[in-house]
């Protein structure tokens, strides 16, 4: 298919029957670029909410090892993403994946946050840095996709619909998003666990303030990060366009991974 072609036939299918082939098209034809780089924001996201940063500080995998406990994460999610959820190497990821949690203490409310992080950060990130923005029928199907992961995950209550998940997402980032040192700790972790894949050690301090002009004020606040100036925000603006050119997405989808090959590692 060209380009457009694949656009083309994202509109006729429909969100909810068709979500498996749209987020396929998506992620490995339309925005692969993007999809690696929305959710690993996603993750990050998820470490300004105590609950979850306390957890993961307590393991000492975010300090220890961080860029294990990632490809971890990514070979699961990268599994379930080319094979589907109910395809035979997607079911083996989910009950790794199950398994794995089921070895911590994890609220219904955390886990649905940050299953929410997943439908909606990929949302925001194409509107602020796609080569092209969304169209409804691609936001829909992450919501239905991810519903469906969710219930294989025996998450309960999740929201029946696209508008009352994204309230959900952004009422308990209300309630819950506040500074504390293992915010702090996880953040700074992944933070520099980005910066290795494109900065050598005594240069990372530089790149620190492109990553944090790419947070909000409540993270920011949440990982108690310095708040970027507002010249630093529009030069972070300006460089991402390179992203939204077609020459960065693949003719041909990837043939493992989904967030483990970002740019600089490979």
């Known amino acids: 298919m060209s380009e457009r072609t694949y656009l083309n036939h994202i509109l006729q299918l429909d969100p909810e029957r068709d979500h498996l082939q749209i987020v396929y098209l998506d992620t490995f034809y339309e925005f692969p670029f993007d999809t690696t780089r929305s959710l690993e924001f996603a993750l990050f996201r998820t470490f300004a909410a105590p609950n979850i940063s306390a957890l993961l500080d307590k393991t000492g995998e975010f300090g220890q090892r961080p860029q294990k406990r990632y490809d971890d994460t990514d070979l699961i999610l990268s599994e379930i993403l080319e094979h589907g959820y109910d395809g035979e190497r997607g079911r083996a990821a989910i009950r790794r994946m199950n398994r794995l949690h089921g070895r911590f203490a994890i609220t219904n ?152 090959l970002p740019v600089g590692r490979r």
């Not at 990060?225 to 972070?236: E, G, I, L, W, Y």
Request: positive net charge.
């Open 109 to 260: 409310d955390d886990f649905l946050y940050v299953l929410s992080t997943f439908v909606f950060e990929p949302v925001r990130w194409n509107a602020r840095f796609g080569w092209r923005r969304m169209v409804r029928q691609e936001q829909l199907a992450l919501f239905y996709y991810w519903r469906e992961i969710g219930r294989r995950m025996n998450i309960r209550a999740i929201p029946e619909d696209y508008a009352a998940f994204e309230r959900y997402n952004l009422e308990y980032e209300r309630a819950h998003f506040h500074y504390t040192e293992t915010n702090r700790r996880v953040a700074e972790a992944t933070r520099d666990m980005f910066l290795s894949w494109f900065l050598p050690s005594p240069l990372r301090r530089l790149g620190e303030p492109v990553i944090h002009a790419m947070l909000d004020e409540p993270l920011l606040d949440a990982f108690g990060f310095p708040r970027p100036s507002a010249a630093m925000r529009r030069s972070s603006a300006l460089a991402r366009p390179a992203t939204r050119a077609p020459r960065v997405r693949r003719s041909q989808p990837r043939s493992s991974g989904v967030i483990h």
